[in-house]
């Protein structure tokens, strides 16, 4: 399920002695009254890798660095130190990695800079972070990939040693050699949520133009179609990094080959940019503003198989997959825009990712069509 094929024999290696030190930790944590034991043991990684984490993500003075799982603090300390992040904060279940990342902070002179929590990751706020750094395990990594879109803001970037995030593929990878082996480094940046019908209309010497833009969203793999003058085209080489989509459309009007280069920022259900037009009688750079038609996602989506319950409870999104009498509370649950992508256990695994347009819910349910209409409860 998490891909272990594509681990390299190091990696194995890596993960059995994880494994292996998972149990001693254990123990070792029922000794020091631990709240539970950890997810994971404590490797630290090497310093080289480190230092390729932080400039791969840029890191500066207007970021705020949360290490989920920061063993002796090296990865935020390194970031206040070298990188110059504004402030850094550190979350260890272990008493005494909190201790030791303390004592670092204090002969790195960085104490005014960083906090060091002990606590569960998985209880930690992450919201206010810019730049999220992990090395945990690829299991770990896939139950916190929803506190992530739920609690980080599009444009967070998060990097993470050694292991993926799944089905969420890195925007960069990188290998790092290091004292021992080579390493890996994931690079993702956190995408805002675009899926939907956005709407914008041209001015033209004939009358208005109107534009209605689909798109559907799979973490920041996107695609859609333009349609204008009952015209549909694909979207071509749409990318979307944080918060910043671009895309490109490619038709003809009045008999010439015309191509659009939009790119803009999405800012809630507005996105604002530029056009930029090759070809005919409209060439030249413009300025792009879109609007997403408003949605609800809310209710009971209804098809053969089953049912989807859908809510948002003090500002989160849950849902609830029904089949007769079972209920199963899907944990694993994104929401982009009118887009939504689950993942739920019924029999194995199984992948569901859908867009809602009015009482409409459409989308592939386990790779197979699939269409859900609101029940009227
Ligand atoms: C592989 S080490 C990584 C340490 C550090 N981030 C680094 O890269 O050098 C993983 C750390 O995560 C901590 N950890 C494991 N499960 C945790 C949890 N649920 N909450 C907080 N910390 C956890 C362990 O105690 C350990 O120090």
């Known amino acids: ?28 944590s029922i000794a020091s009254l631990q709240e539970r034991p950890p997810d994971v043991p404590y490797v630290p990684t090497p310093y080289e890798v480190v230092r390729e984490m932080l400039k791969v993500a840029r890191v500066g003075p207007n970021d705020i660095v949360y290490d989920l799982g920061c063993g002796d603090g090296r990865i935020v300390i390194t970031a206040i130190k070298e990188f110059r992040a504004k402030r850094g904060v550190g979350v260890d279940i272990d008493p005494q990695r909190i201790r030791e990342s303390n004592e670092n902070a204090q002969k790195a002179g960085v104490t005014d800079r960083v906090r060091f929590l002990q606590q569960d990751l998985f209880q ?25 879109f739920r609690e980080c803001r599009p444009g967070t970037r998060i990097v993470s040693h050694d292991f993926d995030m799944g089905e ?35 001015s033209t ?17 996107v695609s859609g179609e333009v349609a204008a003058d009952g015209q549909a085209t694909p979207i071509t080489n749409a990318q ?34 530029t056009v930029t037009i090759q070809g005919g009688p409209f060439a030249g750079k413009r300025e792009w ?22 809510d948002r409870r003090n500002g989160a999104w849950t849902a609830t997959y029904l089949q007769g009498d079972r209920r199963t509370l899907i944990s694993d649950f994104y929401v982009w825009g009118a887009g939504i992508y689950l993942t739920v256990e019924n029999g194995g695994t199984v992948t569901a990712e859908g867009v809602v347009d009015g009482n409409r819910l459409t989308g592939t349910w386990d790779g197979k069509p699939w269409v859900a209409i609101r029940a009227k409860d």
């Not at 272990?4 to 993960?15: A, C, H, K, P």
């Not at 992450?126 to 139950?143: C, D, F, H, K, Q």
């Not at 534009?211 to 793999?221: I, P, S, T, V």
């Not at 671009?246 to 996105?271: A, C, N, P, Y």
Request: no cysteine.
């Open 1 to 28: 399920m998490f891909g272990w094929r594509w681990l390299s024999g190091l990696t194995l290696s890596l993960v059995s002695l994880l494994a292996v030190a998972t149990g001693v930790a254990f123990i070792v």
């Open 124 to 148: 930690t706020d992450i919201g206010e972070a810019t730049v999220i750094t992990l090395y945990l395990l690829p299991s770990v990594n896939l139950r916190l990939r929803p506190k992530l």
């Open 168 to 202: 969420w593929e890195a925007d960069r990878t990188l290998r790092v050699r290091g004292p021992y082996r080579e390493h890996t480094v994931y690079y993702w940046v956190l995408p805002a949520g675009v899926a939907g019908t956005w709407r914008w209309s041209v």
């Open 205 to 221: 010497p004939q009358g208005e133009r109107r534009y209605a833009l689909r798109l559907r969203q799979r973490f920041q793999k």
């Open 240 to 273: 979307l990094v944080g918060t910043h989509l671009r895309f490109t459309v490619i038709r003809e009007i009045e008999g010439q080959k015309v191509t659009m280069r939009f790119s803009g920022q999405v800012s809630g259900d507005t996105v604002r940019g």
């Open 289 to 310: 503003v879109a609007k997403r038609d408003p949605v609800n996602l809310e209710g009971t989506w209804r098809w053969q198989g089953g049912a989807l319950r859908i």
